[in-house]
């Protein structure tokens, strides 16, 4: 299997501009995690989805920011309109109940000017 | 509040020498997890411990856990320098589920070995 396959690796975008990124998990995988990791806060979970269903979007930081898993194969994490604050590397994981560990995509550096 | 706290939170070491990053929780996780991550890379699993005692070895680097004591040690020993990296611990993140990947992170260790 490939791994989980984050798209696009980098991203620059002006500030108000819809951004979406997307991530392919590993096949089979139940559950699916969306991260996001700067220096000051570290690595933050978003949202989680079990079997395409998103179960905690706590960590979604505000309304601007929206996840969606139409399939088992494919989600997207938009942010509309995005600011320079949202500037982070955004990183997608997979796994398996009863698998003890998630597996993490290569992670999409997204850069807001 | 939830946390996981490492230290240190950089580690300058040379090459041959030993150290431990010591990583503190205050969940009541019976798991932890350590991650490795290269600069611009992603996470990639090194370590799972799954009850009180667990010690895992895997070439220069050997964890261990104490659930009594909140406590998670990465041992080096004989420091090279493909071992530099950053280095993470996370514990679950209460009532995560079952979702192996619910996770809380410490802040990582940036480990440079010098020749």
């Known amino acids: 299997d490939a791994g989980v396959i984050q798209s696009p690796r980098h991203e620059v975008t002006e500030m108000g501009q819809e951004v979406t990124l997307r991530c392919k998990p590993i096949?089979?995988?139940?559950?699916l995690f969306w991260y996001r990791q700067t220096m000051m806060r570290g690595l933050e979970l978003l949202i989680y989805f079990n079997n395409n269903v998103p179960i905690d979007d706590s960590g979604m930081p505000e309304d601007r920011f929206s996840a969606k898993m139409p399939n088992a194969s494919f989600s997207t994490l938009k942010i509309q309109p995005s600011e320079p604050r949202d500037s982070a590397v955004y990183f997608c994981?997979?796994?398996?109940?009863?698998?003890?560990?998630?597996?993490f995509g290569q992670g999409t550096r997204l850069t807001v000017v | 509040e939830l946390k996981v706290e490492q230290n240190p939170l950089f580690l300058s070491m040379q090459e041959g020498k030993n150290y431990t990053i010591y990583c503190n929780y205050s969940?009541?996780?019976?798991?932890l997890y350590w991650y490795r991550q290269d600069p611009g890379k992603s996470l990639e699993s090194l370590f799972v411990?799954?009850?009180?005692?667990a010690v895992k070895q895997e070439g220069r680097l050997m964890a261990s856990l104490d659930t009594k004591a909140r406590l998670s040690t990465l041992h080096i020993t004989a420091a090279v320098h493909d071992l530099s990296a950053t280095y993470f611990c996370?514990?679950?993140?209460?009532?995560?589920?079952?979702?192996?990947?619910?996770?809380?992170f410490g802040k990582g260790t940036k480990l440079s070995v010098k020749p």
């Open positions: 969940t009541t996780s019976d798991r």
């Open positions: 411990l799954l009850s009180n005692g």
């Open positions: 096949s089979g995988h139940d559950y």
């Open positions: 996370a514990v679950d993140r209460p009532n995560y589920g079952g979702s192996q990947g619910n996770l809380i």
């Open positions: 994981a997979s796994s398996i109940r009863g698998v003890s560990k998630a597996f």
